[in-house]
């Protein structure tokens, strides 16, 4: 079945750039995305990648993808504390046969240190 | 997301009681899901819904039922609560366009004792 994995901790300096890996198996994903969840709330949709890019840039975030690979990656530039949260790879999967529901992974947890 | 609300927020209850808990949403979307997230787990599908007349099973259906009252609403129960359903609920919606973000509610914390 499709499955999506993350390493569960990541942990960066202040100002430093933090990149959070995600690998996928399910390789008919239509679209790849990248939720941030921080504490106490719900998941916020980050920014997500069509599957025929390769690249997509939005302020100080940058989402590289590897089809050939089914490799994810994002990367926050100029990591600030307020970026502590967990993140979540999520791929558009076909779960049951049904088009449209997403299959998450564990989620990274990224600590910022001052 | 305002536009999902999820009720209650925080429930504490006894094993073997019957329990609701309620979405509503008003981003007009047709797709409505029921995620647990447990830690070290990530999230998991519980149920999802494409409309009014569609009910489906997720990866872990067993021990709960949902209900698609109206376009808006979706509701998730759990007929006879077990300790091992205390988790972190949440309520997501889509639009069934190609690109297809969920966009989530804040989350239900449910214990059971």
């Known amino acids: 079945g499709e499955d999506v994995e993350q390493s569960l901790f990541l942990s960066v300096r202040e100002g430093d750039s933090s990149v959070i890996n995600c690998t996928y198996t399910d390789s008919s994903s239509t679209y790849l995305y990248w939720y941030k969840q921080e504490p106490g709330a719900g998941l916020q949709l980050l920014t997500y990648i069509f599957s025929n890019m390769d690249m997509k840039q939005d302020q100080r975030l940058t989402v590289l993808l590897n089809k050939k690979d089914k490799h994810l990656s994002l990367r926050i530039a100029d990591t600030q504390t307020g970026d502590s949260a967990i993140y979540f790879c999520a791929e558009g999967g076909n779960y049951g046969g049904s088009q449209g529901n997403l299959i998450f992974g564990k989620g990274t947890k990224l600590s910022v240190k001052p | 997301d305002a536009d999902v609300t999820q009720t209650p927020r925080n429930r504490i209850t006894k094993t073997g009681k019957r329990i609701m808990l309620e979405c509503s949403q008003t981003k007009g979307h047709d797709r409505m899901y029921w995620y647990r997230q447990d830690p070290g787990l990530g999230l998991r599908l519980i149920y999802y819904?494409?409309?009014?007349?569609?009910?489906n099973k997720g990866e872990i259906s067993d021990g709960y039922s949902v209900s698609r009252q109206a376009q808006a609403k979706f509701s998730l129960s759990l007929e006879s609560a077990i300790p091992n359903q205390t988790a972190l609920y949440f309520c997501?919606?889509?639009?069934?366009?190609?690109?297809?973000?969920?966009?989530f509610g804040d989350g239900t914390r449910l214990s059971i004792l």
């Open positions: 819904s494409f409309d009014v007349k569609d009910i």
């Open positions: 997501a919606t889509s639009s069934g366009r190609e690109e297809q973000p969920q966009h």
